[in-house]
């Protein structure tokens, strides 16, 4: 299974860096921006064809109807009390209409996500920047062995490691005095593991954790899985966070997402022929 995840990331993270390129030299929110309106069009498209459109526009046009029942009728308390029942009796047929529709739209929007997380959550790091790399063990008596860092030219390693046996870590604190996407090597007595870390090159991929979690791997596309037998069982960088700035407020970027989505995607519902 995990395999078959590391797969599927692989594809959408080349997919996912042939859509960002052409805006490498501007603001994030611009990628952002363009990958939110495919989206928003995308998933609108997705729901016309998963769904009964024609029930669900009878539904929707019973709605509309009634709610205008009840502005014509509103000194009439039965028959608003009326209209109301159809509106709540309607909205959850509708709800049950849309329900499997929404289900498949999860599968997409999750990978979507995921990418947009590798690219909009956290920042590569700038050049001279400390940074806190983690590992983390799968036994603690494995604090117990010589547990080593090893960083290529242009990395330097500014404190010896700290070892959490309550939580089963060992952190060090780097600096990255060379652009570019190096890779780190942890070695547990004979076994190693390589994890890499970008600085210098404004907003892009940031793989901030390497884990032996099928769902992780999902969650945290960029770098393959870490072998079940391994005795590490996850290693992190803690990449500072992307600032990002939509009409001149910071917003997250899963909040942008959604918003900038679902604005594009109801816009074009109508070019689309789609009842939302």
């Given amino acids: ?50 769904s009964d459109q024609k029930r669900v526009r009878e539904v929707r046009d019973r709605i509309r109807g009634n709610l ?8 009439e308390i039965g028959v608003v009390l009326s209209l109301q029942g159809k509106i709540f009796g309607d909205t959850f047929r509708f709800m049950g209409l849309a329900l499997v529709p929404l289900l498949i739209m999860l599968v997409p929007v999750l990978l979507i996500m995921t990418q947009l997380q590798l690219r909009f959550d956290v920042r590569p790091l700038e050049v001279g920047e400390p940074v806190l790399v983690k590992a983390l063990v799968r036994e603690a008596s494995t604090l117990d062995g010589t547990i080593t860092l090893e960083v290529p030219e ?24 060379r652009p570019g996407d190096h890779a780190l090597v942890v070695r547990v007595g004979d076994e190693v593991l390589e994890k890499r870390i970008v600085a210098g090159r404004g907003w892009g991929p940031a793989a901030y954790l390497r884990s032996g ?25 803690a990449y500072p966070p992307q600032d990002l700035s939509l009409l001149g407020i910071r917003v997250n970027w899963l909040i942008g997402f959604l918003i900038l989505s679902m604005a594009f995607g109801f816009a074009f519902k109508g070019v689309l022929g789609v009842e939302v």
């Fill in 154 to 177: 242009g990395v330097t390693v500014e404190t010896p490691p700290v070892k959490i046996r309550s939580t089963r870590e060992i952190v060090w604190r780097l600096r990255v005095d």
């Fill in 213 to 237: 979690h099928t769902l992780d791997t999902l969650l945290y596309p960029g770098e393959p899985p870490i072998a079940a037998d391994h005795p590490l069982e996850a290693v992190e960088v």
């Fill in 68 to 75: 205008i029942g009840v502005r014509l009728f509103q000194h």
């Fill in 1 to 50: 299974m995990g395999a078959l995840v590391n797969l599927i990331n692989s594809v959408l993270t080349r997919i996912f860096d042939v859509i960002c390129w052409p805006f490498r030299a501007l603001p994030p929110i611009w990628a952002l921006g363009v990958i939110s309106f495919a989206s928003g069009i995308f998933l609108v498209w997705l729901f016309g064809k998963t």
